[in-house]
C-alpha cells in the first residue's frame, strides 16, 4: 500500500506562506485520490482542499478558498500544497490523506472516507 511522507510545516508570520508536500514513497499515485486535512489541538479533523486522480478537479474549504492552492505531479508521485496568506487560525497540524480508486463526490470532506494518511506536519503561524 502506499506511504505518505510530509514535509514542509514550519513557523511563519501571518500574512507569510509556505509549501507543503506529501510524497507517496509506495504505489501508483495516479490510482489514489489526494486531499489535505488539519488539526489542531483539541478540534476534530478538518477538510482543508482536494485533487482528483488527474488533478483535473479540485475542491477547498471556504476558509482557505482562494489562499490555498493543491496540486499533484503524478511523475514524481508528490502532492502540494502552496499556502499563502497564512492566519493565526491556520496553525495545525495538517495531514496528507489517499483513497484508492476514489471519485470526486461529497464524500472526499469525510476524513474517514481515506483509507491512507501521512504523519502530519506542524504549521504554526504567528501574530
Known amino acids: 500500500q502506499v506511504q505518505l511522507v510530509e514535509s514542509g510545516g514550519g513557523l511563519v508570520q501571518a500574512g507569510g506562506s509556505l509549501r507543503l508536500s506529501c510524497l507517496a514513497s509506495r504505489g501508483t499515485a495516479s490510482n489514489f485520490f489526494m486531499a489535505w486535512f488539519r488539526q489542531a489541538p483539541g478540534k476534530e479533523r478538518e477538510f482543508v482542499a482536494a485533487i482528483s486522480r488527474s488533478g483535473d478537479s479540485t475542491g477547498y474549504a471556504d476558509s482557505v478558498k482562494g489562499r490555498f492552492t493543491i496540486s499533484r505531479d503524478n511523475a514524481k508521485n508528490t502532492v502540494s500544497l502552496q499556502m499563502n496568506s497564512l492566519k493565526p487560525e491556520d496553525t495545525a497540524v495538517y495531514y496528507c490523506?489517499?483513497?484508492?480508486?476514489?471519485?470526486?463526490?461529497?464524500?472526499?470532506?469525510?476524513?474517514?472516507?481515506?483509507?491512507?494518511w501521512g504523519q502530519g506536519t506542524q504549521v504554526t503561524v504567528s501574530s
Open positions: 490523506a489517499a483513497r484508492l480508486f476514489a471519485a470526486w463526490g461529497p464524500l472526499m470532506q469525510r476524513h474517514s472516507w481515506y483509507n491512507y
